[in-house]
């Protein structure tokens, strides 16, 4: 009487495949990646926009035909208004433009504008930021309304 508890054997001739590693190397050298200015810049201005005594970004005269631009139908606020950046393989560089709150230290919302804009730009695209220039361009003061100019377009 033969154990039926035991499988036969069988022969195959067929070996186990063992993982390949096609290309060789490290996966981050197979190909590059190429990031356009404009994401650089749209980075930049949130960061930059999101430090407590930065009014608005831009000059006066980009802020006025930005308020337009803003309110023609499927214009989208431009959150690269007063942000200008050059990007190399590995490295960036930006200037960007500010209006602040009257009363905040300049020297302190410059500092803050800089730290961020750099801490987000270097976690997002992973550039090297070599230089942040910064422009105050006004001071917004207290009692001053926003500049919105009356639309033409209705």
């Known amino acids: 009487m033969t154990d039926m508890t ?4 069988v022969e195959t001739g067929v ?8 290309g060789g190397g490290d996966p981050a050298t197979r190909g590059r990646t190429t990031i356009a200015d404009g994401v650089v810049e749209k980075i930049a201005g949130l960061a930059a926009r999101d430090v407590v005594g930065v009014h608005a970004m831009g000059s006066g005269l980009s ?5 337009v631009r803003d309110r023609v139908p499927g214009g989208a606020k431009s959150v690269t208004r007063g942000v200008k950046v050059e990007v190399g393989e590995v490295q960036t560089a930006l200037d960007l433009e500010i209006v602040v709150d009257y009363g905040v230290s300049i020297n302190e919302v410059a500092h803050a504008v800089r730290e961020n804009v750099i801490a987000a730009v270097e976690r997002m695209t992973g550039l090297e930021v ?3 220039n910064i422009a105050v361009s006004d001071v917004k003061l207290p009692e001053e309304e926003d500049e919105e100019p009356e639309s033409r377009l209705q």
């Open 15 to 22: 070996q186990p495949r063992k993982p390949t590693k096609r």
């Open 6 to 9: 035991q499988t036969p054997e």
């Open 130 to 132: 070599v230089e942040v």
């Open 63 to 67: 802020r006025t035909f930005g308020a």
